[in-house]
């Protein structure tokens, strides 16, 4: 199982420059190239426990447009085993982008309703569903459990120590927890939320709990730039994608990693880091979700 070691490349902005901060970015939307950013981190060592156990099927849940399908889908495909994506929703013809990629790959889909899907994590649930596919390895929807999060964490550790500031989306909190837990003691971990609402403090905080882990740098979860919520976008958005493209040439998708940048550049307009700070953001990779907004 090989993840590819992923440049840092630093941004160059008239608006850095003259805030007298250094953003740079962590590309790990290169690590790997089908199964692809923070989703592969959070796969490797899932990956392993399954071979470990002498499992040949994962299983795992998401919507229609999840960059954990695609990426389970595809790892499933490059590692040898067989996969199983249990899909909120009807099912829509023709697939979209995600579903007939990951049907590419061999994922068996099933679609449910979205109050069975509310019962995912039920063991009366989880029982059905061996009784009908067989035994399989279950990965969370999202990918979020221990080992994704020591997955993250070991990429963060390998990130020579120069910075002030990491910069992440978070969705289900995963990401943010091995970022914080990987992180130098004197980095300070900015997490963007993706999704509306301030439960996230929470999630992270119930993750270093089950990890039995202290975290020993300060991080917080920013939550001013969902843009009306998980998957919503707002024209502004969209034009920042093509404005960070141009002057990067560096893909971002609208989910997580535009909300997140957008945000960053936002908070240095206001003046909020001192000239002098270092900043490396994380690229979470999720560019195959651009198809779903019409961006290819
Ligand atoms: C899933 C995802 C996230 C959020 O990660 P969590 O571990 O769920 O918080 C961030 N960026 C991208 C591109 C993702 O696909």
Same mark, same amino acid.
């Given at each position: 199982?090989?993840?590819?070691?992923?440049?840092?490349?630093?941004?160059?902005?008239? %608006?850095? =420059? /003259?805030? *007298?901060?250094?953003? !740079?970015?962590?590309?790990?939307?290169? #690590?790997? @190239?089908? +199964?692809? &950013?923070?989703?592969?981190?959070?796969?490797?060592?899932?990956?392993?426990?399954?071979?470990?156990?002498?499992?040949?099927?994962?299983?795992?849940?998401?919507?229609?447009?999840?960059?954990?399908?695609?990426?389970?889908?595809?790892?499933?495909?490059?590692?040898?085993?067989?996969?199983?994506?249990?899909?909120?929703?009807?099912?829509?013809?023709?697939?979209?982008?995600?579903?007939?990629?990951?049907?590419?790959?061999?994922?068996?889909?099933?679609?449910?309703?979205?109050?069975?899907?509310?019962?995912?994590?039920?063991?009366?649930?989880?029982?059905? %569903?061996? =009784? /009908?596919? *067989?035994?399989?390895? !279950?990965?969370?929807?999202?990918?979020? #459990?221990? @080992?994704? +999060?020591? &997955?993250?964490?070991?990429?963060?550790?390998?990130?020579?120590?120069?910075?002030?500031?990491?910069?992440?989306?978070?969705?289900?909190?995963?990401?943010?927890?091995?970022?914080?837990?990987?992180?130098?003691?004197?980095?300070?971990?900015?997490?963007?939320?993706?999704?509306?609402?301030?439960?996230?403090?929470?999630?992270?905080?119930?993750?270093?709990?089950?990890?039995?882990?202290?975290?020993?740098?300060?991080?917080?979860?920013?939550?001013?730039?969902?843009?009306?919520?998980?998957?919503?976008?707002?024209?502004?958005?969209?034009?920042?994608?093509?404005?960070?493209?141009?002057?990067?040439?560096?893909? !971002?998708?609208?989910?997580?990693?535009?909300?997140?940048?957008?945000?960053?550049?936002?908070?240095?307009?206001?003046?909020?880091?001192?000239?002098?700070?270092?900043?490396?953001?994380?690229?979470?990779?999720?560019?195959?979700?651009?198809?779903?907004?019409?961006?290819?």
């Amino acid at each position: 199982m090989h993840w590819q070691e992923t440049p840092i490349q630093t941004l160059q902005d008239p %608006l850095f =420059a /003259q805030a *007298g901060v250094e953003v !740079l970015l962590k590309r790990e939307e290169l #690590n790997h @190239p089908e +199964v692809s &950013g923070n989703k592969a981190l959070k796969l490797k060592y899932n990956l392993m426990l399954a071979k470990e156990q002498g499992h040949d099927t994962l299983l795992t849940f998401g919507g229609a447009f999840s960059n954990h399908i695609h990426a389970v889908a595809a790892a499933g495909k490059a590692f040898g085993f067989h996969t199983i994506g249990i899909i909120r929703g009807e099912k829509h013809e023709p697939l979209n982008h995600t579903l007939s990629f990951a049907t590419s790959c061999g994922m068996h889909l099933q679609y449910i309703s979205r109050e069975a899907y509310r019962r995912k994590t039920e063991e009366t649930f989880l029982a059905d %569903l061996k =009784a /009908q596919w *067989g035994n399989f390895y !279950l990965i969370p929807e999202g990918g979020t #459990n221990v @080992p994704a +999060v020591l &997955g993250v964490r070991e990429m963060v550790q390998s990130i020579p120590a120069a910075y002030d500031y990491y910069c992440v989306p978070v969705g289900t909190g995963g990401t943010m927890a091995g970022v914080v837990l990987g992180a130098p003691q004197r980095v300070k971990v900015l997490g963007f939320s993706s999704l509306k609402g301030y439960f996230l403090t929470e999630t992270v905080n119930n993750l270093f709990k089950q990890l039995n882990a202290q975290p020993t740098t300060s991080w917080q979860v920013v939550s001013d730039y969902h843009f009306g919520g998980y998957a919503k976008v707002k024209p502004e958005l969209l034009a920042f994608i093509e404005t960070f493209e141009a002057r990067h040439g560096i893909l !971002l998708d609208p989910v997580y990693t535009a909300k997140m940048m957008y945000g960053l550049h936002d908070l240095i307009q206001q003046g909020v880091f001192p000239k002098g700070t270092k900043i490396l953001a994380i690229h979470t990779g999720g560019l195959q979700g651009r198809a779903g907004f019409g961006l290819f």
